[in-house]
């Protein structure tokens, strides 16, 4: 079983910029980010191989967000500037437990969640 501990969350003013951090006990594989923002659905915002490699977007986040893997340190992160208010939410992070996917959006796929970090931008 492998933990995963977000941490860099907070508050920040539309515009702003926050890197939120993922640190795994152990080896993953594909790695991504999710988030749920008050009386929504979870929804996917980034993921990236084991590998690395590029990143893959939501299209609310794309061209604002950015998400790479630091695999000797097992930690995974998320750039976001130009934070807008819709990005407010509670940030999730998530791993697959072995190969069988290689990158992927589907929160059923991933095996490992993390407790989640908030993220607030005021309007």
């Known amino acids: 079983q492998v933990q995963l501990v977000e941490s860099g969350g907070g508050l920040v003013q539309a515009g702003g910029s926050l890197r939120l951090s993922c640190a795994a006990s152990?080896?993953?594989?594909?790695m991504g980010w999710f988030r749920q923002a008050p009386g929504k659905e979870r929804e996917f915002v980034a993921a990236?191989?084991?590998?690395?490699?590029?990143?893959y977007y939501a299209d609310s986040v794309k061209g604002r967000f950015s998400i790479s893997r630091d695999n000797a340190k097992n930690t995974l992160y998320l750039q976001m500037n130009s934070l807008k208010p819709e990005d407010t939410a509670v940030y999730y992070c998530?791993?697959?437990?072995?190969?069988?996917?290689?990158?992927?959006?589907?929160?059923?796929?991933?095996?490992?969640w993390g407790q989640g970090t908030q993220v607030t931008v005021p309007s």
């Open positions: 998530a791993a697959v437990r072995d190969d069988k996917v290689v990158v992927s959006s589907t929160s059923s796929e991933y095996d490992y």
């Open positions: 152990g080896r993953t594989y594909a």
């Open positions: 990236i191989a084991w590998f690395g490699g590029r990143g």
